[in-house]
């Protein structure tokens, strides 16, 4: 398995909104037209040697609301080669959104007010969700709510060795998450909280930490089937959960964080990723952590972005309490060594940038800061607000180099 290739790949998702209104596109055509175009310039682009051909190819693919879409990479061994994609896929997402008239923006919810309840796609598997989730309280909480998220894939060949990763990796999720921020505004509104994705999937059935005790491919098969005996799940696809191994493909999908904004941000986070593989599977004796704490971390997180303190598993099996930032930095240091060869050595430059990262201002807190400053101008103009939100995220969303 030392031998083999690492591969990884990422799920994004985003908004398209009319570029006058900055309302949401409420046409399912126009969110197959876009679709189709993004699809011909991915093919033409590896095609012509602009991205990196890989085992599996890039796609735009349709998303819950006809106003989002969900942006797959392809699947990398190497991690210029994934970086470049990202750039390239982001330009062609903006440029074609221009040419359309339309405004493409990548955050963890949409910080428009609608004019008009979001639009499921027209497409059995989203009408499917939408059937099973009117029996219960929670279509009520996600029927105007569209969370856009950003999954980390990492290949994980041995399906055991996948299993545990899918707990070990649940004490790392507030990194993750902490590295994304970028929905604290949701529907025009300040939530107080740092992300509000977070927020719409803690009541989702299947989701969030994983609180089962699966060690084996066998266990795990075991919570799944007991979820579908229930009618609590249809398949491996519908358990949501933070982390999760996967079936239809060889990976460790972490699924914690908010869509990515800065483009540049997506490989130096991926990188953790890998390195995070290497280094627990280099210590299988290793506690797995505890879910209630994990979950724990993600709620400071959530609540106080980089602010938060968090619980830092000791050698001794202990939690100490640090600060966000001091936290992440012990856990970097200690990661380094497995950094330097993931990937042949070629993710340890983009996870030197996780530093940068650290040190400049979460998404989340710049939203705000935009947000603050715009009712300043003027307190009774919300839409005022709503606007320098969307202003803002529009411009960092096309920061791409391609």
Not at 327 to 338: F, G, N, T, W
Request: net charge negative.
């Amino acid at each position: 398995m030392l031998n083999t290739p690492e591969h990884v790949a990422t799920e994004g998702e985003g908004y398209l909104l009319d570029a006058k209104t900055f309302q949401p596109n409420l046409c399912p055509h126009v969110q197959d037209e876009f679709i189709k175009a993004c699809c011909h310039q991915i093919q033409a682009a590896y095609d012509e040697g602009v991205i990196a051909d890989c085992i599996v190819r890039a796609t735009i693919k349709h998303e819950a609301r006809v106003h989002q879409v969900e942006i797959n990479s392809g699947a990398h061994s190497n991690m210029h080669n994934f970086n470049r994609e990202m750039h390239v896929l982001r330009k062609i997402l903006v440029q074609q959104a221009q040419q359309m008239g339309l405004v493409y923006i990548s955050a963890g919810a949409s910080p428009v007010t609608f004019q008009e309840s979001p639009m499921i796609t027209p497409q059995p598997r989203y009408q499917q969700t939408l059937k099973q989730l009117k029996g219960g309280d929670v279509f009520e909480l996600m029927k105007d709510f569209d969370p856009c998220a950003a999954h980390f894939h990492i290949e994980v060949l041995d399906e055991d060795e996948r299993v545990r990763l899918m707990s070990a990796f649940q004490e790392f999720l507030w990194l993750f998450l902490g590295l994304s921020l970028s929905s604290p505004i949701t529907a025009g509104n300040n939530s107080g909280y740092h992300s509000t994705r977070q927020l719409a999937w803690a009541n989702f059935p299947n989701a969030g930490v994983y609180k089962g005790l699966a060690k084996t491919k066998a266990e795990w098969n075991a919570d799944i089937e007991a979820k579908i005996a229930t009618g609590d799940a249809e398949d491996t696809t519908t358990m949501w959960y933070w982390v999760r191994a996967c079936d239809k493909q060889p990976t460790c999908e972490i699924r914690v964080s908010d869509a990515i904004t800065y483009v540049d941000d997506i490989a130096p986070i991926m990188a953790l990723a890998v390195s995070l593989k290497g280094y627990l599977l280099s210590r299988p004796d290793r506690a797995l952590g505890n879910p209630d704490i994990a979950e724990a971390n993600l709620n400071a997180v959530t609540e106080h972005g980089r602010r938060a303190y968090v619980n830092l598993l000791q050698e001794d099996g202990t939690y100490k309490k640090e600060r966000f930032g001091d936290a992440a930095r012990i856990i970097l240091q200690e990661l380094v060594p497995y950094a330097e060869k993931a990937m042949e050595g070629t993710a340890y430059p983009y996870f030197e940038k996780l530093y940068k990262i650290l040190k400049r201002t979460a998404v989340s807190s710049t939203i705000l800061r935009h947000y603050h400053e715009a009712l300043g101008k003027d307190d009774t103009d919300e839409a005022h607000a709503e606007r320098s939100v969307i202003d803002f995220l529009a411009c960092a969303t096309a920061k791409y180099n391609a």
